[in-house]
């Protein structure tokens, strides 16, 4: 059963608190803005008979080489078996490669190959030209405004997860 998701952020007090039509308005903009801009995405997934769950993996992989199949999981918040067709799929179609752990050999350790690092590159483009033309409509106020809604959302716990992808380790 899922956890009603509570923030422990607390508003800025000089800021009015949004009422409910403003966040009805949030969560349908946040879902239509992310299907739209993942759709052209889809397009080339279909070619392949992939979905947007190996683009996930695909795009995380790329994000962190090496990675290990334990941190994908959590980062993905899936099943292991979920996962585990995945990457089933992405290594049948040659996107993907395992090593085991340096010093845990039991540990697998996941890297794109060339032809995956070439389709991860086609895949981010699109986004890449999605997003900038967003933000760049938007203004650069905006960009900082859209992170901080977003970072908001991910419950503190998780959010040196994504940290530790930008660079940002705590």
Avoid: C
């Amino acid at each position: 059963m899922a956890v009603p998701f509570s923030s422990t952020v607390e508003p800025d007090s000089s800021a009015s608190l949004p009422n409910e039509d403003d966040v009805r308005r949030g969560v349908e903009l946040l879902y239509f803005g992310y299907t739209r801009l993942t759709r052209s995405v889809d397009d080339k997934l279909t070619d392949y008979g992939l979905g947007r769950a190996h683009h996930r993996a695909l795009y995380f992989i790329a994000r962190q080489p090496d990675l290990s199949v334990s941190d994908l999981l959590r980062i993905l918040a899936i099943t292991k078996q979920s996962l585990g067709r995945v990457l089933n799929d992405l290594s049948a179609h040659g996107l993907i490669e395992s090593r085991p752990g340096s010093t845990d050999r039991r540990q697998k350790l996941l890297s794109l190959t060339e032809k995956g690092v070439k389709f991860e590159a086609t895949l981010f483009d699109i986004l890449y030209k999605g997003m900038t033309s967003a933000y760049t409509s938007a203004g650069g106020g905006a960009v900082e405004g859209f992170w901080q809604v977003l970072e908001r959302l991910i419950p503190e716990a998780e959010r040196p997860m994504v940290e530790l992808l930008q660079g940002r380790a705590l």
